[in-house]
């Protein structure tokens, strides 16, 4: 379908073709102009990895994606919720920060010139720790005790701490 909207300039839709760059041509009574090179085709984008895997449900975390054909991306998706501060790296990398959302698995979505590509179940927000009871509640200043810390969320601890001072043989 071809639409002249004026002498000046007309719409028309594409038609299927490999990945490239390609000439585009118009041919009117005066003749035939070309445009070496204007228009470019590009495959669906592929979302390989996404890293970390996993970020707190309050959002904020920066994430890696890595994949192909993230040309001209205009939106990264944690589920349904666009992500914010997204950086083109190249073509096979960008970066972003996670929006808020509720804990669970998720996909992670690029949209770009090629139209939008998934990874399902490709990252986890989790709530944060919550520790409801530590026992036992004392022990000596030399330090050495066996504690038990209760609660919900233990996912991926990086650290344990008795004030500023860091536990050691956290299993």
Avoid: K, M, W
């Amino acid at each position: 379908n071809l639409l002249v909207l004026s002498e000046t300039n007309l719409t028309c839709s594409t038609p299927a073709h490999p990945a490239g760059f390609v000439d585009v041509s118009l041919t009117a009574a005066g003749g035939t102009a070309t445009r070496v090179g204007a228009y470019r085709y590009v495959d669906l984008p592929v979302v390989s990895d996404v890293a970390p895997a996993i970020g707190p449900s309050g959002g904020g975390a920066s994430v890696t994606v890595t994949g192909a054909n993230f040309v001209t991306v205009t939106q990264v998706r944690f589920g349904e919720t666009p992500a914010t501060n997204v950086q083109v790296v190249s073509e096979t990398t960008l970066t972003c920060s996670t929006p808020p959302h509720l804990a669970g698995f998720v996909g992670v979505s690029v949209t770009a010139a090629g139209g939008t590509g998934t990874r399902p179940s490709a990252y986890r927000f989790i709530d944060p720790p919550v520790v409801t009871s530590v026992t036992p509640g004392v022990g000596p200043t030399t330090g050495g005790t066996s504690v038990t810390i209760a609660g919900a969320n233990f996912v991926s601890i990086s650290g344990v701490t008795f004030d500023t001072n860091p536990a050691s043989n956290v299993q």
